[in-house]
């Protein structure tokens, strides 16, 4: 147990401190639409990767969001604009933390549209002013000037981080790079050594959550598993042992 708590003492530094980056974006029109689910299909196939990452994520960016509609523009535009409830259930179903990279969403994106038109002819073409507008996030990444060597520091950041910080760690930096988990997953366990603080953040469902809410739930993680809580447990065990003595 003393190993335990030597580990994760607030004031043991990482082998490399975690420097966290923001981001600005322009979002800007490509210039192509789609009137039918076969034109959609065609647009998803040949735009680049920054409008499939838009359409997929942008939405996480808002502070406050409705649960209950679909998670990707695709998948609204398809039960809104085409009236198609089968097809969005199915896009928005994609969990884009299954895949590493934007081309392997795409490719399962593709897929299942591609297995819907087999066995459903959807004729529907929507007027101009209905169509589904690509658009593309232009993004420049620059670095906030703010390092955590420790548990301490990372929390104190975290506090008042901003939000584009924060979707930078966890979203766009893992599938610009092509890995399977973000930033702060992969800093715990391989710079803090911390294996189950790094669990627990990967066990929490980013995608269904606004970025007020991950904030949130990233300090209770932390806060729970700081040490002052662990050696508040370990004194409320001891003296709980000790009343039981005197008892005795």
Partial sequence: ?????????????????????????????????????EELLKGIKEVDG?????????FIQQLHFVRDEPRNDFAYWVLEALDEPELAEILN????????SIRELRNKIIEEIEKFLKTHNNQHKVSEDKQFYFLRTNTFVFSTKLLAWTLDDFVKIIE???????????FESRLQKEQRE?????????????????????KFDIYTSSLSDIRTEILRILREYHPENIFEKLRRFIKKVLNLFEKK
Avoid at 185 to 194: I, M, P
Wanted: proline share 3%.
């Fill in 1 to 37: 147990m003393c190993n335990n708590i030597f580990r994760i003492m607030p004031g043991k530094r990482a082998r490399k401190g975690f420097e966290f980056f923001t981001t600005t974006k322009i979002v800007e029109y490509t210039g192509r639409g789609a009137s039918t689910i």
């Fill in 50 to 58: 920054s409008v499939i990452f838009h359409h997929t994520h942008h």
């Fill in 93 to 100: 179903s994609i969990d884009p933390t299954e895949y590493d």
């Fill in 160 to 170: 008042k981080i901003g939000y584009n910080s924060i979707y930078y760690h966890l």
């Fill in 182 to 202: 973000d930033d702060f997953v992969l800093w715990f366990r391989d710079e803090l050594e911390l294996p189950e603080l790094a669990e627990k953040m990967k």
